[in-house]
């Protein structure tokens, strides 16, 4: 069956530090992958998808940006961030169900 | 682009109580997939519903796809304190089979 993780679970940072979240899907091949915001008690924001290695596809202008290095694994990455890049970032996989599946989240706090 | 509009945001209701939220569009959806998120987690799918007319359950949890294909139904029978969350609807959008189209949520509250 397929899997999907990311990590760290949680992480604090400084204001101007870099960051990378990873996530990895396993049971499945050449997944469209996601990296979803969620700001506090808020909606879902797209920040970007992928449908093969090296393809990447940004919904909104900002301070990230998204790396697919090899089929399974999708990384979030900042040279500098903001306090405004703060919240919970979910990967997610896209089944040919049309379903989406997430992995556990990853709560980023920039101080 | 195509939205979903969800409702209500958010519920208040006592413990045994019914729940229901529906989700419209002024655009047709040929799929509509309820999710639930529990706090600090990531959202879990419910039910997913793939035909017009469809009614699904799972447990307590019953879902409609509308038959104008621009809304859907999520009903939650006896509530309990561990149906707290936010419950989000969603279907892919038409011009784009990679990308989900998501309502803002409900969020269900329990009353003490």
């Known amino acids: 069956s397929q899997t999907i993780h990311q990590w760290p679970a949680t992480l604090v940072q400084p204001v101007g530090s870099p960051l990378s979240l990873e996530c990895t899907v396993e049971g499945t091949s050449n997944p469209n992958l996601y990296w979803y915001r969620q700001a506090a008690g808020r909606g879902l924001q797209l920040l970007f998808y992928?449908?093969?290695?090296?393809?990447i596809s940004s919904e909104v202008p900002q301070n990230l940006s998204a790396s697919r290095p090899q089929d399974r694994q999708f990384i979030l990455s900042s040279k500098k961030l903001l306090l405004s890049d703060s919240g919970f970032y979910l990967c997610?996989?896209?089944?040919?169900?049309?379903?989406?599946?997430f992995g556990e989240g990853s709560r980023l706090t920039v101080l | 682009g195509q939205q979903l509009n969800q409702s209500p945001q958010s519920m208040f209701i006592q413990e045994g109580e019914d729940v229901s939220m529906n989700c419209t569009s002024s655009s047709i959806f040929n799929t509509w997939l309820w999710y639930k998120q529990d706090p600090g987690e990531g959202p879990v799918l419910l039910i997913a519903?793939?035909?017009a007319g469809e009614l699904t359950s799972n447990g307590r949890l019953t879902a409609q796809f509308g038959t104008t294909r621009k809304d859907s139904f999520l009903n939650i029978s006896a509530s309990i304190p561990s149906d707290v969350g936010i419950y989000f609807c969603a279907g892919p959008g038409l011009d784009s089979n990679y990308q989900l189209i998501w309502g803002a949520g409900t969020k269900l509250i329990i009353k003490p």
């Open positions: 997610a996989w896209l089944a040919d169900t049309g379903e989406l599946f």
């Open positions: 519903l793939y035909k």
């Open positions: 992928s449908v093969g290695i090296g393809q």
